[in-house]
Every structure is written in C-alpha cells, then in structure tokens.
C-alpha cells in the first residue's frame, strides 16, 4: 500500500476526511467554548466576592 492509495481511500476520501474535520472541529469548538465559559465563572464570582467583603 502506497501513500496514494491510504489518502484516497478506496473512494471514500471525502467522506472519511469531512468526518475527522469535522469532528476536529468540534473538539478543537469545545475546548474553546470551555475556556471562555470558564473565564466568565471566574469574573462572575470575583464580582460576587467584591460585593459581598465587608467594608472597613
């Protein structure tokens, strides 16, 4: 089996690489979405202790 026949597939190269690029996308999509939703939870409960610390 050479390099050619492995990227081609059998014919079905399209479909099997749409299916890891999309699905490296989704990853690649979640990874993002948790590092910004975790960074907003944080200056959320910054916020929250701000507001809640008793004043001198």
Avoid: D, H
């Avoid at 993002?32 to 008793?54: C, D, G, W």
């Amino acid at each position: 089996m050479n390099l050619e026949q492995f990227f081609s597939m059998g014919g079905y190269a399209f479909y099997v690489w749409t299916a890891y690029g999309v699905a490296a996308a989704v990853l690649l999509l979640n990874l993002f979405l948790t590092y910004r939703r975790n960074a907003e939870v944080r200056k959320s409960i910054e916020r929250l202790f701000k507001l809640e610390r008793p004043r001198p």
